[in-house]
């Protein structure tokens, strides 16, 4: 391979790295070679060598983009085209995106940095990206036919800007957008501070990834493009749990978390064991006096944030989306509910007819994890993710953050389980039951109906019984 | 004088004798008869047919049905057992014997006459012996005994024919019999899996997870199906009563019938055009028997050419004439010949007739030669369309169907559908099997027609449109 040279120049930084020869290396001569990223993994944060030095940012299941710097001027190249991403371990995507990987690689700059981008597009259709969030000039901001003209299939466009003000962004095509996003095109920018700034402080762990969202048939490869709400696949950085990467963080860390959103519904991100503040959105830092602790705020569509806070307790924290469809994989929505419907004598009937059948979701839906049958190829189970107690029971936005006190500083392992201190886990309790005192609660009504019902609806409680007769 | 009488003599008797061994020829039996139409067809029915006269052959009839019926009855089995039990062929055999007899018949010579007159008158008694017979009766004879025997043949082809035309319909019901008692099978299936459904629904909505409409949705699947099975069962039921007529079984043997739980596999491969070309280029029986009938036709023409015009009576005649008074005796002899005298009819309408027999009979037999090409070629593409669109269900459909089946499955086992698509699925799936054993049937029919029309016994064959639509029966959507 040719550009092996421009590979090691690169090497060390983004692990698994290659630059792409595709592209005449003619006309590729005045530009940067592009990075092409072929691991889905997440990439230990890409520490600047030339230009202004800033703390970077690690992108869950990601990496950033290499530059070289040219007479003062960041130079990127950003190859839009189409890509295999694994969404999860045995579950691949046919894509679109940036440089080898959905979503594309994240771009760090710093305020007050000339960036020129070279954008090749290798996609079958013309393109353009907007640079969401950002201060340019009005022919830079990327909506196709509005501000300039698509780029079309093989052509390679520039843009050129000053980052004029810190904070977290992202980038997306404006051009066909809504196939072109439905298919994976996306990517993070963060632009650092140049110097203190009151609003913005020093963090040990910054993290950033975006939401995302697909429509793939169970045993399919590539989206559904057409599809407006129903998603079934949730995901961060086009990951989906269990191949969502932990973020492991090291006790009292400061930890800075930045999320965009770029599916079609809003997603109300949780943290367990902490609080948050928000420290930033879309329009840069927030004023102190606007931050409040918070467990979980919610990300509109189209909107970014920036979460913060010290991560002092120790353990295997769940962070998450907190709809909960959000936390399954593919399923069906119109699967009938079955808990509390006895089956005793239908499963021998219908397994005369259908040999493998066996009855699930009697008693909810965990059956599925518990069963493990053979699911469509290319599929990620609904819900899965073996953790040191059982099945997770996730899909979709999960993930989890581990904070431990041995983690060494900028060190991104895994550091596996969270070994509990003796007496810390909740357990079976073996003791006496005494049964509990119970009250009854007679509501009133606001107001009386004028329309009586009948018959008083009568509802009956299954209590849960044994698993059994099937 | 003298040798002159005696040598007149002589050409008589040599004449009576050959007259006698020339109606001896025109004879025709029963093992005749069977013997041909074994000969005949014994390749098409792969067996024999005999008829049954005496309690001993009926007996022995008894005993191979029973035995051919104490198994499932396949396709050749079946055949066998109509050959052996099937009264209607017998029926058949017996009438194929009297209408050749009756051919046999007219080839015979009708008897002379003898006659004896006793005259007295006074003294003289007068004896007179005369033997006659129709002078062109005998003359014609041999033109005749063609005739007898073109009119034996046709019989003996026309019973072939029918014996062919049985065996036919024999093979056709027994086809859809075992067809219909297969797909009554597979109905039952689809009644259990909605009965599944239906079952489920009413306990989801017992415990509140349907709504009345939710519910009555599989119920009304199942209350469908419920119909279906029984129209299928009644098939099954006729079909089957079909193919007992056409064996002729008795109540008893009736109730004995088995037959094999599926249609045998389909040939591995169809027949191709030029091996039924040099089938058929054998000689067929509709063709052979157009061409006997133009060939009697003719020769009768030729003979009521003369017949119809003349009949001429030959009469010898001896008298002996005694005359007690003078004592004397004489014996005169001489011969008779008497005309009808064509003054009313003079054969014309007759010889119209015949001329219009022997044209009608020539261009018959041009219309079955046009025709029998024509009825091949279409039973040939009905037998290997059928045979096609069932390899085509064999080795396409049902195996998608199983892809589909597999699939959902799987999608099932993630959750991605619920039971309800689930049962619907297994539904669609049988119902597939149902056409494809429709597809089956309809080639076994084909076959069993092209059979037919190979040996000159052209048989209706239409296909019926084989479909496997997915049900409406959905899932809880
Ligand atoms: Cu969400």
């Known amino acids: 391979m040719t550009s092996r040279r421009e590979f090691f120049k690169y090497a060390g930084i983004a692990g698994g790295a290659v630059a792409a020869t595709a592209v005449s290396r003619v006309a590729m001569a005045a530009l940067p070679e592009p990075v092409i990223q072929t691991s889905p993994q997440t990439m230990a944060p890409l520490v600047p060598s030339s230009g202004r030095p800033y703390n970077p940012v690690v992108t869950l299941n990601g990496w950033t983009l290499p530059w070289r710097m040219n007479q003062g001027v960041k130079e990127f190249h950003l190859v839009a085209e189409p890509v295999v991403r694994e969404m999860a371990p045995g579950f691949k995507a046919h894509l679109w995106g940036y440089n080898g990987q959905s979503p594309g690689p994240t771009i760090e700059v710093v305020e007050g940095d000339r960036i020129r981008i070279f954008v090749t597009n290798k996609l079958p259709e013309h393109t353009s990206i907007h640079w969401h969030g950002q201060r340019l000039p009005n022919g830079m901001d990327g909506v196709a036919g509005l501000n300039q003209p698509a780029i079309a299939p093989g052509k390679t466009f520039v843009y050129e800007f000053v980052a004029r003000r810190p904070g977290t962004f992202m980038y997306h095509p404006h051009a066909d957008e809504m196939v072109q996003m439905a298919m994976g095109m996306m990517g993070f920018w963060v632009t650092h501070p140049k110097e203190k700034n009151p609003l913005i402080d020093e963090v040990q762990r910054d993290f950033c990834f975006l939401l995302n969202a697909y429509d793939i048939d169970p045993g399919s490869y590539t989206p559904k493009i057409m599809t407006m709400l129903d998603f079934n696949l949730w995901s961060w950085n086009s990951r989906i749990f269990p191949g969502i990467d932990t973020l492991n963080v090291r006790l009292n860390d400061k930890v800075r978390i930045r999320v965009g959103n770029l599916t079609m519904t809003n997603h109300p991100i949780h943290v367990h064991g902490h609080e948050f503040t928000i420290t930033g959105t879309d329009g840069g830092p927030t004023p102190k006096s606007t931050r409040w602790p918070e467990v979980t705020t919610d990300i509109a569509v189209g909107q970014m944030r920036q979460i913060e806070f010290v991560a002092d307790e120790e353990g295997d924290w769940a962070f998450h989306c907190h709809k909960s469809h959000h936390t399954m994989n593919a399923m069906g929505h119109a699967v009938p509910t079955l808990i509390g419907v006895d089956h005793t004598g239908i499963a021998k009937k219908i397994n005369k007819l259908i040999p493998d059948y066996m009855v699930m979701g009697e008693r909810g839906m965990a059956d599925m994890t518990e069963m493990e049958m053979p699911i469509p190829d290319n599929t990620a189970p609904m819900m899965t993710g073996e953790g040191p107690f059982g099945s997770v029971e996730m899909g979709g936005m999960f993930s989890v953050l581990k904070v431990r006190k041995d983690q060494k500083p900028g060190d991104y392992k895994d550091p596996g389980w969270y070994k509990h201190p003796k007496g810390t886990v909740a357990h079976e309790y073996s003791g006496p039951l005494t049964e509990p005192a119970r009250f009854k609660a007679e509501g009133g009504q606001s107001m009386p109906r004028i329309q009586k019902s009948a018959q008083p609806t009568e509802v009956q409680v299954r209590k849960p019984t044994s698993h059994k007769d099937h | ?477």
């Open chain 2, 1 to 477: 004088m003298k040798l002159a009488r005696s040598s007149r003599r002589i050409k008589l008797a040599v004449s009576l004798i050959t007259v006698a061994v020339l109606a001896g020829c025109a004879s025709v039996s029963v093992e005749q008869n069977l013997k041909r139409v074994n000969e005949e067809a014994s390749e098409f029915t792969d067996g024999q047919l005999a008829l049954a006269r005496s309690a001993e052959d009926h007996a022995k009839r008894n005993e191979v049905a029973a035995k051919l019926l104490s198994a499932p009855v396949k396709q050749k089995e079946a055949v066998q057992l109509a050959l052996v039990n099937s009264y209607s062929l017998q029926a058949l055999l017996a009438q194929g014997w009297y209408e050749s007899a009756d051919a046999a018949q007219s080839g015979r010579i009708s008897n002379p006459i003898f006659s004896f007159e006793r005259m007295v008158a006074g003294d003289e008694l007068e004896l007179s012996r005369a033997l006659s017979f129709g002078l062109l009766d005998v003359l014609t004879i041999p033109a005749r005994q063609g005739i007898a025997e073109r009119r034996i043949e046709q019989s003996q082809l026309r019973l072939t024919s029918e014996v062919v035309d049985h065996v036919t319909r024999v093979r056709q019901a027994w086809v859809r019999a075992v067809a219909a008692q297969q797909s009554l099978a597979y109905a039952k299936q689809v009644l259990e899996s909605a009965e599944a459904s239906a079952e489920l629904a009413r306990r989801m909505q017992s415990v509140g997870n349907f709504n009345r409409i939710s519910r009555a949705r599989e119920q009304a699947f199942y209350a469908d199906a419920a119909t279906r099975l029984a129209t299928a069962s009644h098939q099954a039921t006729s079909t089957r009563e079909e193919l007992v007529r056409l064996l002729g079984l008795n109540e008893s043997q009736a109730q004995v019938l088995q037959l094999p739980e599926r249609l045998p596999d389909l040939p591995k491969q169809a027949l191709d055009p030029s091996a039924v070309g040099k089938i058929a280029t054998k000689s067929r029986i509709d063709i052979r028997l157009a061409q006997t009938s133009l060939e009697g036709a003719a020769k009768s023409q030729g003979l009521s050419n003369v017949t119809s015009f003349t009949d001429i009576e030959l009469t010898a005649r001896r008298n002996t004439k005694i005359d007690n008074a003078t004592g004397t005796r004489s014996d005169p002899r001489g011969y008779e010949i008497g005309i009808r005298l064509p003054i009313f009819d003079w054969g014309g309408m007759q010889r119209d007739a015949w001329n219009a027999r022997t044209i009608s009979a020539a261009n018959q037999l041009e219309a079955t030669i046009r025709s029998a090409g024509s009825s091949l070629r279409e039973s040939y593409s009905a037998y290997r369309t059928s045979y096609e669109i069932a390899r085509h269900y064999r080795e396409e459909v049902v195996p998608l169907r199983r892809v589909i089946s597999e699939e959902n499955q799987l999608r099932y086992n993630g959750m991605i559908i619920g039971v309800f698509e689930l049962l619907a699925d297994s539904r669609d799936q049988i119902n597939t099997v149902i056409a494809a054993i429709n597809s089956e049937q309809q080639f076994w029919l084909a076959d069993a027609a092209l059979q037919a029309s190979l040996i000159g016994r052209p048989t209706n064959t239409s296909l019926s449109v084989t479909t496997s639509a997915p049900s409406a029966g959905g899932a809880g959507h």
